[in-house]
């Protein structure tokens, strides 16, 4: 299975939808993903990420199916106490590596101002539902890899959803930490990222990064960018 994963168009946040220019960057993303044989749609219940599915959807003639546990993650504090930089992952992040904390390694997050962060909440409940819905698609989580549980997994689907919670299905897929990927792995505006996993049933596997961060659509046909 090929799993391609979309982050919305550029957004009105206040509104939760696309402005002008996040509905050009959705139609970029559409034309390039047309001929990529995707059977299946699923987006995050936000309208960002919804209206950035649609132009695909209306395209390649598919229905869209939401899937609730991707909208946007939480970030803040968990119990009333300072938590650093509002909890704001990237900003967290970024201060880590300004001082030589390894984001490898979870021993910094630990004691206050970071441990109170409720995104780590957050994490938790995209790693239980991100299960369930792997598992629906023909992939059980055993340990840190899947096992193929179906036959019907020789397809290509894509999932529409947000910096955020795309960072923290990465996290739990590729078994790599949720710091180091807000650092190293910052979507653009309907950037592209594919994942492919075995279509051989019984096997146990790992995903294979295919694409990483691909937004070559909105940057060469002459689509502006902005954050």
Known sequence: MRIIFVRHGHPDYEKDC??????????????????????????????RAKETAQHLADIIS????????????KWGSA???EVFKDGHPWDTALYAVSQGFSL???????????????????LERVKCESDKWL??????REGAYYRVISENTNRTVALFSHGGSSSALFS?????????????????????TVLSLSDEK???????????NDSRHIKTNGVSYSM
């Open 135 to 140: 598992e629906s698609l023909g992939y059980r």
């Open 18 to 47: 696309l402005t002008e220019l996040g509905h050009k960057q959705a139609e970029q993303a559409a034309l390039r993903l047309k001929d990529e044989g995707i059977e299946q749609i699923f987006s995050s219940p936000f309208g």
């Open 104 to 122: 490898m390694e979870d021993g910094w997050t630990e004691p206050e101002p970071f441990c109170n962060n409720i995104v780590f909440s957050e």
């Open 62 to 73: 598919k229905d869209i199916t939401i899937t609730d546990f991707m909208h946007e993650i």
């Open 202 to 212: 019984g096997t146990l596997t790992a995903p294979t990064i295919e694409l990483a």
């Open 172 to 192: 739990h897929m590729l078994n790599l930490p949720f710091f180091y990927l807000c650092r190293v792995l910052c979507p653009d505006f309907t950037a592209i």
């Open 79 to 81: 119990d009333g106490k």
